[in-house]
């Protein structure tokens, strides 16, 4: 079975989906990221889902179950790159993934990303 | 030939121009007709005399041998319906030719048989009436073209996204927003999000009508797709009106930014990206 690789960026983790995501892949993605963050002590975690074309109900909640996930483990996370039609699709689905946080592109999700960690050390 | 055809392309040929003359008069003094009247006429004149030569069958008007005249029928009340000209003025064109068929079943039969004069004014009316009714339908089909696609136009037209400051588009809304229409906007103002890479979005509202949980819920979906792509959105334009209407129906717009007006949307978008406004002081 395929797996969805997660590269360390810093204090990032940053995940690149590529392809279509089947709900076995999923599983394992979400089961590899918490075991990451608790190894490596990562303050954010980066999906990139811009190559995603196609969403179901399971991926979506996917989403926003991993980023419960991380959120326990203290880590934030960001969806970056949604199309408008997987964004349409998630809506007319009554998927909001409230509490999940967006952002447009990878730049722009890493610079928010480096903000919060440092709002948080000065903290 | 048949008997019937017989004596209507007796009658048709006898006078065609005194025909064709008599049926614009009466045209005239009925106030229905246009500036192509004449040509109208003529050219539908030659086809109706072409088919009762071909020998087409009277009580069929869908049949083959009445092929151009439907043709000729069908270019008449196009062009009548992309003119404005009413159905009622349509019809009442093509029903004038009964006074000249008529006349001349009058003076081609000079009374003397009436079995056959009558005979013959029943065929005459029956297929004047179907060129009508076949006009007046045909006609109605042309209006209903033009208001689908005035339809669609509009739809087009009314949901423009612009781009108002660097990283700010304005979807200005107008009219009632309905599923499609929301999906519309939806699409275009997504797709627009991700080609300029803009991080707020604003739905001015000031031109919808009303607003009820339906629209409501329409504008809640917009918002958190525009959310979900990583783009902020701020919804103003709301009238006092529809802000009373809004907080009566219960409808939850918490965590929506809103502002009264298009400037405020304008003003709070500016300060979140940073930018400061100044007067230039001479």
Partial sequence: MERIPILKMGRVLLVTIQVDLQDQVALALQDDLSAQIEKTGASGVLIDISALEIVDSFVGRMLASISGIASVLDATTVVVGMQPAVAITLVELGLSLEGVRTALNVERGMAMLAADDRNQIDD | ?282
């Fill in chain 2, 1 to 282: 030939m048949k008997q019937e055809n017989a004596v209507f392309d007796q009658l048709l040929r006898t006078s065609p121009e005194e025909f064709i003359n008599s049926w614009l008069a009466d045209v005239a003094a009925t106030g229905s007709g246009g500036t192509t009247s004449t040509n109208d006429a003529r050219e539908l004149f030659a086809a109706l005399h072409a088919a009762v030569a071909a020998d087409a069958d009277m009580d069929r008007l869908d049949g083959a041998g009445w092929a151009k005249t439907r043709s000729v029928l069908t270019a008449l009340s196009q062009s009548r319906a992309a003119q404005g000209a009413s159905a009622g003025d349509t019809s009442q064109f093509i029903l004038s030719i009964k006074k000249p068929l008529f006349d001349s079943i009058q003076k081609s039969l000079g009374g003397d048989s009436s079995k056959a004069a009558f005979d013959a004014a029943w065929t005459a009316s029956m297929l004047v009436d179907k060129l009508a009714q076949f006009t007046a339908t045909t006609y109605q089909r042309s209006r209903e073209d033009v208001i689908q696609r005035q339809q669609q136009e509009l739809l087009e037209l009314s949901t423009p996204v612009v781009k108002l400051w660097e990283g700010v588009l304005a979807v200005p809304m107008i009219g009632t927003l309905d599923s499609s229409r929301t999906q519309l906007v939806m699409e275009s103002l997504l797709t627009r999000i991700v080609e300029t890479g803009s991080e707020l979005a604003i739905i001015d509202i000031t031109g919808v009508p009303t607003v009820d949980t339906l629209v409501a819920q329409h504008l809640l979906k917009t918002v958190t797709a525009i959310r979900l792509m990583g783009a902020d959105c701020i919804i103003s334009g709301i009238r006092p009106q529809i802000a009373q209407t809004i907080v009566h129906l219960g409808i939850d717009l918490q965590g929506i930014t809103t502002k009264a007006t298009l400037a405020d949307a304008l003003q709070l978008a500016m300060k979140k990206a940073g930018f400061v406004i100044s007067r230039n002081k001479a």
